[in-house]
Every structure is written in C-alpha cells, then in structure tokens.
C-alpha cells in the first residue's frame, strides 16, 4: 500500500487530492490516527493531517503498517517566484534542521518512484499545455527525516496564486492516478547520488529525463561545506534502492570536492561520472 499525505491546511495539497477525489472512488477510512481526513483506494491510503508537511515526522505511527512508502503532495515557496512541478529527497545535510527533521540526517529516499513522477510531471505539464513551468528535481533539504520508510515530496511551486490553480492540481493529480493504477510496476533506471548543481540541478534533471538515470539524494553546490564520508554514507544508505553511481555536476564542485568523492566512489566501488 503507498501513503498519500498532505495538510489540510495546504492549498496545493489539498486541491489535488480533492481532483483525485473527483476521479476515482475514495472510501472514508478511520485506519489513519489523529488525522483530519482519510480515504481509502484501491491500493493506497490518503491522509491529511493539520501539520505542516515539514514536521509530518509523525507518519510512522499515524499510517497503517502495511504502507511501503510514502508521497507527501504538497506547495512549494521560491524567493525568485518560479513556477514549477517538483519532486525530491528530505534531510539536512548541515548541523542545523530550520525547516523540519534533524540535523545532519537524511531521509529515506525513493529514486525510482521520484523517476516516475517526474516523467510523469513532464507528460502531464505537457499534456495541459504548462510549457511556463519548470519541471525538476530539487536537492534534498528539510524535514521530515526520521521516518523508517521511504519518502517523496511531489510540488506546486512557488506561490497561492500556483498552488490554487486547479490546472495544476490536475497535472499533480493525473501524475499520482497513473502511478497508482501502473504501481507495483516501477520504471528501470540506474539509481545515482548527485553532487552539485543549484537547488533546481538541472543537468541531473535533464539525465532523467532522456536516459534511465534516476536519482535519490542530492547534495547542491550551496551544500558542498557539508560534504563528507558521513554525508556520502548516508546519501547511499538512505535509500530504498541502493545507488551504483555518483554523478558530480563539474562546474560547480572544487578539486578537493571531486577528490573527496573520487576516494570515496573508490572505496565503496561505485562507478563515478561527471557531467
């Protein structure tokens, strides 16, 4: 079963699971705890909670034990307003947790499920005609970063004016419908780390894209004072599927960067690239 979670309080999130809601049939379930609203499909649960889905750290013990993983649908804020279909990883890399979760703790990612929803976020923003929104993973960053399952933020982006829009709930919506009716079936890809790249890291985006190259935890350029043996263990570990490989954005990493990485590719034998 896959756990759907939202806020109640979240435009974005709460418009796409009312579209979903007009799509297919959901049944009202009590199986999610202290929830404000809960349905059930064929084969997953839909919770909406009134915390923010930064601190939703709760959803362990809140969702029903057979859940597999977790796809928290929710706004996304951008300082420079981009418009923008999202998906990405939760942790901290630094020793601070401002936004949710805990310092230097990553979540469990899940890079194959992300590589479906952002194709399928490309062939939907298509379909409708949203050429003005980007669509893209993120770096990993804020909370929640505890959970013992894996988890998948999907995104509106970036301000009311997006996250109410009802095209975009459809596009959101229509994404999460075909990954449900098509899930067990999960798309191969060769699973990567990424290091480098802005908040928006395109060219890994871009691999997604066009190859089988999908991706779970991605530390930014802006993020690059944390990286280390540690940081790299996690990024590896955390995950639902285990990476084979490193992809390093050149440009925006220094030599001691790609020494670092070089090493430790070298140490844990995973095949390094640099694009």
């Known amino acids: 079963m896959i756990g759907l979670a939202y806020s109640t309080m979240d435009p974005a999130g709460s418009g796409v699971v009312n579209y979903i809601a007009s799509r297919i049939k959901l049944d009202r379930s009590s199986a999610c705890k202290h929830s404000v609203e809960c349905y059930e499909a064929k084969n997953a649960v839909l919770a909406g909670f009134s915390e923010d889905v930064l601190h939703f750290d709760f959803l362990d013990d809140t969702m029903p034990v057979n859940v597999e993983f977790y796809i928290i649908i929710s706004r996304h804020s951008s300082e420079a307003g981009v418009k923008s279909y999202t998906v990405h990883a939760t942790g901290n890399f630094s020793g601070e947790a401002l936004y949710g979760g805990r310092p230097r703790e990553l979540g469990i990612s899940h890079p194959t499920v992300a590589f479906r929803l952002l194709r399928g976020l490309k062939s939907s923003a298509t379909r409708l ?12 960053h804020h909370g929640p970063t505890s959970l ?14 997006e996250w109410s829009d009802p095209v975009n709930h459809v596009v959101i919506g229509d994404t999460l419908l075909e990954f449900l009716e098509e899930y067990p079936t999960l798309p191969e890809c060769v699973v990567s780390a990424g290091i480098g790249g802005g908040h928006y890291p395109r060219k890994f985006t871009d691999l997604a894209l066009s190859e089988s190259v999908c991706f779970g935890h991605i530390l930014p350029k802006y993020a690059l004072t944390y990286l280390d043996f540690e940081i790299l263990d996690m990024m590896t570990s955390r ?19 790609r020494e670092l990485v070089e ?13």
């Not at 050429?131 to 770096?139: G, I, R």
């Not at 990476?243 to 954005?249: A, F, G, H, L, R």
């Open 129 to 140: 005609g949203r050429s003005e929104y980007e669509v893209s993973y993120e770096a990993t």
């Open 148 to 161: 013992s399952k894996p988890l998948v933020f999907i995104e509106i982006g970036s301000s009311n004016t």
């Open 239 to 257: 995950s639902a599927v285990a990476p084979t490989q490193i992809i390093v954005e050149k440009k925006s990493t220094r030599r001691e960067h």
């Open 263 to 275: 090493e430790y590719a070298k140490r844990r034998k995973l095949v390094l690239k640099y694009v």
